[in-house]
Nanobody, 126 residues
Framework: QVQLVESGGGSVQAGGSLRLSCAASGYIYRNYCLGWFRQAPGKEREGVAAIPYGGGRTLYADSVKGRFTISQDNAKNMLYLQMNSLKPEDTAMYYC???????????????????WGQGTQVTVSS
């Protein structure tokens, strides 16, 4: 069974950068889609970015395009989210997730993802 553990969250000023990491354990098929989601207090969960575990086309929410970069390292079973030019509205709990479906099917729809990490908090101050 796949398990996911996030790390790397913290507090940063607007304009700063953070890199989130997600350690995956268990057997992950190459066609699985790995994604990052976030949820701010009082708001709905939002899909941020996704990437096929075997590599390939990445997906991004419009709100983070050009600022965030998702990547994965199969050899280490790691998923990353590099976040640059952070804004106060990026403040949220960030979760990594795995979908048993292709990214072209799961896209950034949270209900398509089957396994979730416990989350890591990102706080951006103005």
């Amino acid at each position: 069974q796949v398990q996911l553990v996030e790390s790397g969250g913290g507090s940063v000023q607007a304009g700063g950068s953070l890199r989130l990491s997600c350690a995956a354990s268990g057997y992950i098929y190459r066609n699985y889609c790995l994604g990052w989601f976030r949820q701010a207090p009082g708001k709905e969960r939002e899909g941020v970015a996704a990437i096929p575990y075997g590599g390939g086309r990445t997906l991004y929410a419009d709100s983070v395009k050009g600022r965030f970069t998702i990547s994965q390292d199969n050899a280490k079973n790691m998923l990353y989210l590099q976040m640059n030019s952070l804004k106060p509205e990026d403040t949220a709990m960030y979760y990594c997730a795995a979908s048993y479906r292709y990214c072209s099917e799961a896209y950034l729809r949270g209900y398509e993802y089957n396994v979730w990490g416990q989350g890591t908090q990102v706080t951006v101050s103005s």
